[in-house]
């Protein structure tokens, strides 16, 4: 069964790369989701005063992963107690989250964004909230690490392995 969802974790590029080797991941696409503005292109989402997230979203085949397994790949390419930044780069747009379509996804991420706290000192900010709104980005930006092999990425390539 297809399903979908959307992670923010800091830049999309190398977020889209991991989740295109995850097994059961059958399309990914990064966009800009929850600000306030509409159709934002990528410089007024990268000023910080959109209110926008860089975010993947990735269609999954639910027969072959689950959402919580999701989770945790996702958790391994962020650090969750860091608020508004990933690797090097930092503001409102690279902040953590989960966002979802489906309502009874929230009880789900809810779980797990608890079960990960119990591995950590500091606290955890990776928001759940609903889709509000996704836009995507311009088609540059799309499998851009494929298109660009030594563009920057904040994953290293031990990151890509653990897919």
Same mark, same amino acid.
């Given at each position: ?31 800009? %989701?929850?600000?306030?503005t509409q159709n934002p292109t990528y410089e007024e989402v990268y000023t910080g005063t ?5 975010v993947v979203y990735v269609q999954y085949d639910a027969d072959v992963i689950s959402l ?16 508004? %930044? ?7 747009? +690279?902040?953590?989250?989960?966002? @979802? ?8 991420? %809810? ?22 709104? +996704? +836009?995507? %980005? ?5 499998? +851009? ?14 990151? @890509?392995?653990?897919?």
């Amino acid at each position: 069964m297809k399903k979908g969802i959307y992670f923010a974790g800091g830049c999309f590029w190398g977020v889209q790369k991991f989740f295109d080797l995850v097994k059961g991941v059958l399309h990914t696409e990064v966009g800009f %989701a929850n600000g306030n503005t509409q159709n934002p292109t990528y410089e007024e989402v990268y000023t910080g005063t959109t209110g926008h997230a860089e975010v993947v979203y990735v269609q999954y085949d639910a027969d072959v992963i689950s959402l919580e397994d999701l989770l945790k790949k996702f958790y391994i390419i962020i650090d969750p107690t860091t608020l508004n %930044a990933q690797g090097g780069d930092a503001g409102t747009h +690279y902040r953590s989250g989960v966002f @979802f379509v489906d309502p009874s996804e929230e009880g789900i991420i %809810a779980a797990s964004l608890k079960e990960l706290a119990g591995k950590y000192s500091q606290p955890i900010v990776v928001e759940n909230t609903p889709l509000t709104c +996704y +836009y995507k %980005a311009e088609e540059y930006h799309q499998e +851009y690490l494929e298109k660009n092999a030594d563009g920057y990425c904040h994953l290293g390539d031990d990151y @890509f392995n653990k897919a």
